[in-house]
Nanobody, 120 residues
Framework: QVQLVETGGGWVQLGGSLRLTCGAS????????MSWYRQAPGKERELVAN????????NYADFVKGRFTISRDNTVNTLHLQMYRLEPEDTAVYYC?????????????WGQGTQVTVSS
């Protein structure tokens, strides 16, 4: 069974850093593109970053470019989101997502989410 577990969230002040981790199991991790999404209170879930199955191709939402880095380690089935220079607007629940086999969009498998809170 596909399982995705996000960890690493917490509380930081403006300008701080956090590293989120998504542990994956139940599927061939290296075969799938992965994404980080986030959802702030009262807002729709939005895409933060994508990474292809091999890890060599990434893309980011404009609002995090230059501040966040998505990466993966296929040897241990983990996905990461390194976040620098955090802003209050980054406050949200961050979710790991397994994209569709053809990377056509988000898949049906999500983690439980991890809360990131950025204080001004």
């Amino acid at each position: 069974q596909v399982q995705l577990v996000e960890t690493g969230g917490g509380w930081v002040q403006l300008g701080g850093s956090l590293r989120l981790t998504c542990g994956a199991s139940g599927f061939v991790f290296s075969s799938y593109a992965m994404s980080w999404y986030r959802q702030a209170p009262g807002k729709e879930r939005e895409l933060v970053a994508n990474i292809n199955n091999g890890g060599g191709i990434t893309n980011y939402a404009d609002f995090v470019k230059g501040r966040f880095t998505i990466s993966r380690d296929n040897t241990v089935n983990t996905l990461h989101l390194q976040m620098y220079r955090l802003e209050p607007e980054d406050t949200a629940v961050y979710y790991c997502n397994r994209r569709t086999a053809g990377d056509l969009g988000p898949g049906y498998h999500w983690g439980q989410g991890t809360q990131v809170t950025v204080s001004s």
